[in-house]
Structures are given as C-alpha cells and as structure tokens.
C-alpha cells in the first residue's frame, strides 16, 4: 500500500530521514517508520489480539455461570452471552460511523434478546416457577382477612388492619417483584 503524506506537525509522521530531511509520510500504525522506510504496521496483530482477550473473557463468565441442566439457567446464560455480544459491538466502535454501521446487528442482538427474555417468563411459567398476580393477590386478601379474624374485639383493630393492608398490598403489587406475572395474554 502506498503510504500516505501528512503534514510536519502531525505527531504520528515517519521519523524516517534522507539527505532531503525527515520523511513526509504518516508512519504505519505502532511503528515510527512508513511502509516506505521499512514501517510495518501492527494493527492486525492489536485486533487479532483484542478479539482473543474479548474471546477469553467471554468464556470466563460463561464458567462463572452454573452447570447444571436447568432450562431457565441455560436460557439466562444464552441472554447473558447475548448481551455481551451487545456490549462487545457497542465497545468496539471506534467512531461514530462504526456505531451507525453496528445499528443492524445490535437490533437484531436486541431482537434475540427480547424473544430470549420472553421465553424465560414462559418456561418458568410451565415450570410453576412463577406465580400469576391474581394468585399472589387472593393471597394477600386472605392473609388480611386472617388478621382481621385474630384482631377482632381487639379496640382500634381497623385502624392496625388498615396499616397492615396499606404495608402489604404495595409489597405484594410492586413492579419490582420478578416472581410475580402480568396477566398479560403474550406471557
């Protein structure tokens, strides 16, 4: 390849001289010289290493997840190696137009990740690893109804009910509970 001019100032110049004085071209990538004063660039050796790093780490988190022969765990392994395949191709992009160019595969990664997510609520569903709210809700009443039973002829017992229902249903309903489902047609 035919090395490229650049200017004096550019710091990344070949340090290459001649009886014309310092050499004009950019110097070849982890080199001080251009291809034309023997340069040679080091940048298919820095991504072939990068990617190998990137390949080790990708199997060291794999081994930190557990063994056994479970379907969620398998399916929450696969999206954990797809969201570093997210993270992989977010990180690699070294400009602007390498992310624009990435926007593609990420959506597609996104897609999988999406359908793998819902397949986890669905397994977990079958396995009765998941209870539906309305279950989780009739029992909140009637653990409330239970109390109300035990507190009765206790004086001022509506007003302990009413602290402990306004405790236990924002616990029971919160949107942070993973084990809790939506009845939703499409989980």
Do not use: W
């Not at 490229?4 to 100032?9: G, I, K, L, S, Y």
């Not at 109390?147 to 405790?167: A, P, S, W």
């Amino acid at each position: 390849m035919k090395p490229v001019r650049t200017d004096a100032a550019n710091p990344n110049r070949c340090q290459g001289t001649s009886r014309h004085g310092q050499c004009p071209n950019l110097a070849e990538h982890g080199s001080n010289h251009c291809s034309a004063c023997g340069g040679v660039s080091t940048k298919e050796q820095e991504d072939t290493r990068s990617y190998l790093l990137t390949q080790v780490e990708v199997k060291r988190r794999l081994a930190q997840l557990d063994t056994q022969l479970d379907p969620v765990r398998d399916l929450q392994r696969t999206i954990s190696l797809v969201h570093l395949l997210i993270e992989t191709h977010v990180n690699s992009a070294k400009s602007d137009v390498a992310l624009m160019s990435a926007c593609a595969p990420l959506e597609k990664l996104v897609q999988r990740m999406e359908s793998l997510c819902k397949s986890v609520v669905t397994v977990q569903e079958k396995l009765n690893l998941l209870l539906p709210r309305s279950a989780v809700l009739s029992l909140g009443q009637s653990i409330v109804q239970i109390v109300i039973e035990e507190l009765d002829g206790i004086e001022g017992y509506e007003q302990i009910v009413d602290r402990i229902m306004n405790r236990i249903f924002p616990t029971i309903t919160n949107q942070n509970q993973p084990k809790l489902l939506e009845n939703h047609p499409n989980v």
